[in-house]
């Protein structure tokens, strides 16, 4: 079968838009979601008993649990309860809760692989809790949770594309439309192929820049490793 990529052309404002969309929710779900994470991380290793089980109970409930049926549970169940949410609203929350619980993990196990005596030096010398984690525990943790949370960014990437399920018109919609009306689905799945993997690539090298900074700050600075 010959290629036309003319239809490409005719049809590039509806994919262009499509592809904007997918950057702001995947945008919106990473500024919400690693914050989101954080806190859970805390909250898991809180020491009061209530918060660290409701924390384990939020995150073992969404990382078990496909994320389509979030979604689904998101923009159809709710609206039976008197709660309707515009559906890229909840495109954007539903990545953000998804990808929250396994930001919450690598920043756990961040965490935990800082030698626990740093922690208690620093509250034997008065810090509190809160202050030690965020002045010692978490510089450092940076540079091990990096690589990870690169991962999983690039992997709500494409989870995004999930949100067609629920009418978002984000970048696999927009081609969807397109291959209905012009019945050639090759071209239009190459282009959407071509700019999921851009996207990717562009944020996977922004983190290796970043990942090389960060390691010769430390080697400059030893004292900040």
């Given amino acids: 079968m010959d290629l036309d990529f003319q239809i490409i052309l005719d049809w590039w404002p509806l994919i262009l838009n499509g592809f904007k969309l997918t950057?702001?929710?995947v945008v919106g779900a990473i500024l919400l979601g690693i914050p989101l994470g954080g806190l859970l991380a805390f909250g898991r290793q809180s020491r009061f008993k209530i918060i660290s089980i409701s924390a384990t109970a939020f995150i073992e409930l969404f990382r078990n649990t496909p994320f389509m049926i979030q979604v689904f549970l998101l923009f159809y169940v709710l609206p039976f309860y008197g709660i309707r949410i515009p559906a890229?609203?909840?495109?954007?929350?539903?990545?953000?809760?998804?990808?929250?619980?396994?930001?919450?993990?690598?920043i756990r196990a961040g965490i935990d692989a800082i030698p626990r005596g740093q922690l208690e030096s620093a509250r034997s010398i008065g810090m509190s809790h809160w202050q030690s984690m965020t002045n010692i525990v978490l510089?450092?943790?940076?540079?091990?949770?990096?690589?990870?949370?690169?991962?999983?960014?690039?992997?709500l990437v494409k989870e995004s594309s999930i949100l067609s399920t629920i009418t978002v018109q984000e970048l696999?919609?927009?081609?969807?439309?397109?291959?209905?009306?012009t019945f050639r689905p090759f071209?239009?799945?190459i282009v959407i192929t071509l700019l999921y993997w851009g996207l990717n690539e562009l944020i996977a090298t922004g983190l290796r820049i970043y990942e090389r900074r960060l390691e010769r700050r430390?080697?400059?600075?030893?004292a900040s490793a």
């Fill in 172 to 181: 696999t919609m927009s081609a969807l439309i397109v291959q209905g009306q």
């Fill in 23 to 25: 950057l702001v929710i």
């Fill in 139 to 155: 510089p450092q943790t940076m540079r091990i949770i990096l690589p990870p949370i690169g991962n999983q960014t690039l992997s």
């Fill in 218 to 222: 430390s080697l400059s600075d030893p």
């Fill in 88 to 106: 890229n609203i909840v495109g954007i929350i539903g990545l953000a809760l998804f990808g929250s619980v396994y930001y919450a993990e690598i």
């Fill in 187 to 189: 071209e239009i799945f």
